[in-house]
């Protein structure tokens, strides 16, 4: 799994569980990653399970 900040993670297909990246403390992308729950608006630093997925940010923007 890779990512870049600015894409988001959903865990489980379940869009109530879907996070921004806002940072990747690997240089090559891996995680564990920096989260913020659009939901809760909580931060935490996750490594994705088997469950999660990283959808692209198609805008180009980091936010």
């Known amino acids: 799994m890779y990512a870049q900040v600015g894409d988001r993670l959903v865990v489980g297909g ?6 921004v990246i806002i940072k990747v403390p690997h240089a090559d992308g891996t995680p564990p990653y920096v989260v913020k729950w659009l939901s809760t608006g909580h931060i935490a630093m996750v490594s994705p399970g088997l469950f999660g997925r990283v959808v692209r940010d198609q805008a180009g923007s980091a936010q």
């Open 14 to 19: 379940d869009p109530g569980r879907t996070a």
